[in-house]
């Protein structure tokens, strides 16, 4: 059974600062990763995915994330967080084959300050 | 290019009553995926279709709900009788035959059921 843990429900960082999301993953065969962010009354929005092809993904509005086999981890990072950073971000991993269903952390809500 | 739609937003129900969600997903998606987050927890996966058909249906909590898409296209799931447990965010999610894995999500349905 495949499974994923985000470190944090809630982090807050100052405008700026270097954005670091937790996720670590549990899976028995090679998996896909994905980081998706939702931003309030919205639904989810794709920020970057690892489907076995370069360990680092970049993605979008300045997010990357790092594939890291020998420590199970797929950390999202951005070097500089700005104000409409601020929304809930959702670590998934998925099987390769034929079933494409994602399972999900529990979400991390990123506050930025000033 | 349309994105993904659901309707209605909120529904706010009785126990015992019946709601029927609606799914429109991007039009020539043959996959369409249903999730849910109830409140505080993470998404979980419902079930799957490719075309009209079921493709995985693991994640049904039970015989209450039942999914169908008509015709390949928009998919509704209809939940009967509702049970207070049943509350939580529905997400709807579509993708493409050549990367089933960029799942498109919709904004979601908001059901409370009192």
């Known amino acids: 059974a495949q499974s994923v843990t985000q470190l944090g429900s809630h982090v807050s960082v100052s405008e700026g600062a270097l954005v670091l999301l937790r996720c670590n993953y549990s899976?028995?065969?090679?998996?896909?990763l994905f980081w998706y962010v939702q931003y309030p009354n919205q639904g989810l929005q794709l920020l970057l995915k690892y489907t076995s092809a370069a360990t680092l993904v970049k993605g979008i509005n300045g997010f990357e994330a790092e594939f890291k086999k020998s420590e199970t981890s797929f950390h999202l990072t951005k070097p500089s967080a700005h104000m409409s950073d601020a929304a809930e971000y959702f670590c998934a991993v998925s099987y390769t084959g034929t079933a494409s269903k994602l399972t999900f952390g529990t979400g991390t809500r990123l506050q930025v300050t000033l | 290019e349309a994105g993904v739609t659901q309707f209605p937003s909120h529904s706010v129900i009785e126990k015992g009553q019946t709601v029927t969600l609606r799914c429109d997903p991007i039009?020539?998606?043959?996959?369409l995926y249903w999730y849910r987050r109830v409140m505080g927890k993470e998404i979980k996966f419902l079930l799957h279709?490719?075309?009209?058909?079921?493709?995985?249906e693991s994640g049904m909590p039970n015989n209450r709900f039942l999914a169908e898409r008509t015709g390949g296209t928009y998919s509704t799931l209809k939940v009967q009788p509702a049970e207070l447990e049943d509350s939580g965010v529905y997400f709807c999610?579509?993708?493409?035959?050549?990367?089933?894995?960029?799942?498109?999500f919709g904004p979601g349905t908001r059901l409370t059921v009192t």
């Open positions: 999610a579509s993708s493409p035959s050549a990367d089933r894995y960029e799942q498109y």
């Open positions: 279709f490719v075309k009209e058909s079921k493709q995985d």
């Open positions: 039009s020539g998606h043959d996959n």
């Open positions: 899976s028995s065969v090679p998996p896909y």
